[in-house]
């Protein structure tokens, strides 16, 4: 839907995540950065970002009004040689508080056009280790409320 607020919602997030405090060394990212084996701390959103639309009017020649509840996910990964399945997890909850914290400031997006409400829907943790490396992925759901004009 061209008048979806799913792009500007995400583009907003990343932007009031990138500038959090806690985040140094750490890639905020719109997408998936590759697979690597090495040291590293990332976010990033996952490819799909969906819900449901309610047609709110539809009148010949007015702005078509909608509402919108939208839900992405936000991953955090945390990819450690040599470290223990603790110590990740802590950093990667480490990690997702900050986010909380930016989200839970910031419920409008810094103040997006026609955006009501963004919060977190849903929260995962996983971790696993192969020969190389230490892995822990944080999902948060992510919803977003808008009324569009």
């Known amino acids: 839907m061209a008048g979806t607020n799913a ?18 060394g750490v890639q905020v990212l719109y997408s998936y ?12 959103f996952d490819s799909e970002i969906g819900g449901s639309v309610e047609l709110v009017s539809m009148r010949g020649g007015q ?3 909608r509402g919108e509840e939208l839900t992405t996910t936000l991953v955090i990964e945390v990819q450690k040689p040599g470290s223990t399945r603790a110590d990740n997890e802590a950093r990667a909850c480490a990690l997702g ?18 955006m009501k409400l963004a919060r977190i829907s849903s929260f995962t943790m996983t971790s696993w280790a192969d020969d190389e490396c230490e892995y822990t992925r944080v999902l948060y759901g992510v919803r977003f409320t808008s009324h569009n004009t």
């Open 7 to 24: 792009h500007a919602a995400k583009a907003a997030l990343l932007t009031l995540m990138q500038a959090a405090v806690g985040y140094a």
């Open 33 to 44: 950065p590759g697979l690597s084996h090495e040291m590293r701390e990332t976010i990033y």
């Open 63 to 65: 702005a078509l009004k």
């Open 97 to 114: 508080t900050i986010f909380e914290g930016v989200i839970a400031t910031n419920p409008d997006l810094g103040s997006l056009s026609n």
